[in-house]
Each structure stands twice: as structure tokens, then as C-alpha cells.
């Protein structure tokens, strides 16, 4: 499954501020060498390489669509194809960060200390997920799902939110860190724009659905998300919409 890097992008100044915040609270001076993991486009390993110019930084993806984007765009840094959920890192890093990617995997029960367990003792994880998924940006997708002749294919597809709620992590965690600070923002985003939280949910969680269907069903398919999407969220009088979006948020350092 492709990434429409244009699309992803469209909206790039409301999903950097996540990524500025969560770098904001990262405590560490001259970290030797610094992970993005899910590093997408690379606009955000790029804000890396300027808070840590003597460190040995690398972007990780498993999009090679993202990955051809972060090289055009930002060819002085290193960029490599990898798996999340397989990545090890040899030798150990100092920072891994990742904004706005590990949502897209399964059990977390398993992964944040694997994870974890790529940080040298006394380095840092610092992550940033999406936890709207109990919003009508997110919920609509499956009410659309499960209500046209596209049900059979899309209604296998949904599943419970990938995110758990910041008591999970904590507890995770607590036993690998000497430091951790869990935290969530609700930022409320005014976006610009025709439907834009449709146009915002297609570029990430809607992405997979449509990607499932083609021809008058796909078509059919994100005219019901749309619709619902637009009624959930109105236009203000000026043609804005407002679109509350939560995130949650965690820096750990390893017990060393």
C-alpha cells in the first residue's frame, strides 16, 4: 500500500507543531547518534539535524514513496528503508524519536520495551500518537465502512483503536525508565479548505480503506465518509472548520 505524499503533506504545518512539542521536551544536550523512526517525508529528522548539527542522525521509513520524497527534499541527510516492528539498532541510540507512526502497529504490549530496549542506558525514547480515534473524523470512517455494497470488503478492516489510553504506557514503561513524562494535547486545529477534515483523514487513516476498493465502490465509499465528515464538522461562517485533534505523548529515559 502506496503513500500519496502530496496529499500527507497538505496539512504539514498542523502535524509539525505535535513533532515540535514532543522534540521541546526532550532533555538531552549532544546525543551521539538520533532516530527518526517513521521519519515519512523527512521534514521532521531535518528538525532533528539542526538541534543536533554533531550527531550522527538517520531517518527511518518503511515508505519507499515517503523515502523518495525526504531525499529530493533533504539529500544532505541519511535515509534508510526499515520496519518498526523488526528494527534493531546496532549499536544503540541515544535518542529514538518518532512522531505520529508507531499507531500504525500492533501490539504495543510488545513493542514500546523492544523499542526501549534500542536505547543505550541513560538515551531517550520520545514518541508522539494520534488519539482521536474515538473522534467523528475517525468513527465516521467505520460507520461509512459497514454502510454500502463495500462492507464486505472494508468491515475485516476495522479493529479497535491502535492506541491505548497514557495509564498503559506508564505502566509499560515505569520499569525500564528512571525518567518518564506521559502526557496529552487536544490542539485545536482550525483548517482551511473544502471538507478538510476529510481531505486531512485521507491522507493517513482513511488511506487504507480507499486503497482496498477501486472503481464506483471507492467512489461510493469516500462520498458517504465525506458527507458524514462534513456534517460532524461544520464550516465557521469565514469557510473554516475547526477540528479538535488529541494526541498522546511520551519521553522516557532508560534506566541506566
Not at 101 to 111: F, I, M, Q, S
Not at 167 to 181: E, H, K, Q, R, V
Request: aromatic share 10%; glycine share 6%.
Amino acid at each position: 500500500m502506496t503513500w500519496d505524499t502530496a496529499q500527507y503533506l497538505k496539512f504539514a504545518d498542523h502535524r509539525l507543531r505535535p513533532a515540535l512539542d514532543l522534540l521541546a521536551r526532550v532533555p538531552i544536550e549532544a546525543p551521539r547518534r538520533v532516530v527518526d523512526l517513521g521519519c515519512g517525508a523527512g521534514n521532521v529528522t531535518a528538525v532533528l539535524a539542526s538541534r543536533w548539527s554533531g550527531a550522527e542522525i538517520s531517518g527511518l521509513d518503511p515508505s519507499p514513496e515517503m523515502l523518495e520524497r525526504a531525499r529530493a527534499d533533504h539529500p544532505s541527510l541519511s535515509f534508510e528503508v526499515a520496519d518498526a516492528a523488526s528494527w534493531k539498532a546496532e549499536p544503540k541510540v541515544d535518542v529514538l524519536y518518532s512522531n505520529a507512526a508507531l499507531h500504525w502497529l500492533g501490539d504495543h504490549r510488545t513493542l514500546f520495551p523492544q523499542l526501549f530496549e534500542q536505547v543505550t542506558p541513560g538515551g531517550w525514547l520520545a514518541v508522539q500518537m494520534p488519539r482521536n480515534f474515538s473522534a467523528p473524523s475517525h468513527v465516521s470512517v467505520a460507520a461509512a465502512a459497514e454502510d454500502g455494497p463495500w462492507k464486505s470488503t472494508l468491515a475485516p478492516m476495522l479493529s479497535d483503536p491502535p492506541t491505548h489510553a497514557p495509564g498503559f504506557y506508564i505502566d509499560l514503561l515505569s520499569p525500564m525508565a528512571d525518567t518518564l513524562d506521559v502526557w496529552e494535547t487536544e490542539y485545536i486545529q482550525i483548517l482551511e479548505g473544502d471538507n478538510p477534515v476529510a481531505e486531512w483523514t485521507k491522507g493517513t487513516w482513511l488511506r487504507p480503506f480507499l486503497a482496498a476498493l477501486e472503481g464506483d465502490e471507492r467512489q461510493g465509499f469516500e462520498a458517504a465518509y465525506r458527507a458524514r465528515v462534513r456534517a460532524a464538522y461544520p464550516p465557521m461562517p469565514d469557510g473554516r472548520t475547526v477540528f479538535p485533534f488529541r494526541r498522546l505523548f511520551l519521553v522516557a529515559r532508560r534506566r541506566g
